[in-house]
């Protein structure tokens, strides 16, 4: 048998073809849905290479802050679905979390029994996670990082609550001003379940929408025992 005069050869690149210069590098960074608008909402996309620092700064707190106001007014659900972020919820759980954190001391007696500063980081954020996760399992239309974002967003109004109970600490405490505290958390913690429900209770299946809801109904009761709970001694 006569070998094939035809030989296979691959050529990665022909004699000349190759030359000893720098490659040519191109692209951009943009984005998507920020241009036009301060808040990032809508539009087409945009280069922001050459965008000052502080453009983007203003531009992402003015989207938080747009965030914000869609969570006390939760009437317009795509600001936080579409256009979500995480810088709002970790500025609501830090803020939190220095407040609520106890004094640590040897002395049980000067020790105030609150939480400490790590403990409300992971009850907030694995808290969200475990009703993310229980979303998912229920089969919800909502991405994992989009249910996070709606859950720490809608810890607001019991942070405006933990900030009216700390004014109301200033005071010489008596019952009137303990069941003020309470109806503060409470109005809050209403509020943020209210919330919360108007953004993820259309993602869930009709059928399981109070299996989905329950959850929420947990965490943020959980929150609200924090702050009810909290002592200025």
């Known amino acids: 048998m006569e070998p094939s005069s035809s030989e296979a050869k691959l050529d990665l690149y022909s004699e000349g073809s190759f030359e000893d210069t720098e490659p040519v ?12 608008q301060a808040d990032g909402s809508g539009g087409v996309e945009f280069n922001t290479l050459d965008e000052p620092i502080s ?3 203003k531009r992402d707190l003015s989207a938080v802050g747009t965030k914000f106001l869609a969570v006390l007014y939760p009437k317009e659900k795509k600001s936080l679905l579409k256009e979500w972020d995480l810088w709002g ?8 979390a220095t407040i609520l954190q106890g004094h640590d001391s040897s002395d049980s007696d000067k020790a105030d ?9 992971v009850i907030v954020w694995v808290g969200a996670m475990i009703v ?9 239309s909502i991405s994992f990082f989009q249910s996070v974002c709606v859950l720490g967003y809608c810890l607001l109004p019991l942070v405006l609550s933990l900030i009216c109970c700390r004014v109301v600490l200033l005071a010489t405490q008596n019952t009137a001003l303990v069941i003020v505290r309470c109806l503060l958390v409470l109005a809050g913690f209403a509020w943020s379940t209210f919330a919360s429900m108007q953004f993820l209770g259309d993602c869930n299946p009709p059928a399981r929408k109070a299996l989905a809801v329950y ?14 709970s909290h002592s200025a001694d």
């Open 215 to 228: 959850p929420m109904f947990l965490f943020y009761l959980v929150v609200g025992w924090m702050v009810i």
């Open 55 to 57: 453009q983007t700064i």
């Open 132 to 140: 993310t996760l229980n979303t998912k399992l229920l089969g919800g």
């Open 25 to 36: 590098l191109a692209g951009n960074i943009s984005v998507p849905g920020t241009a036009g």
């Open 113 to 121: 029994g609150g939480p400490e500063f790590a403990e409300v980081f």
């Open 89 to 96: 919820p970790l500025i609501l759980c830090t803020f939190m």
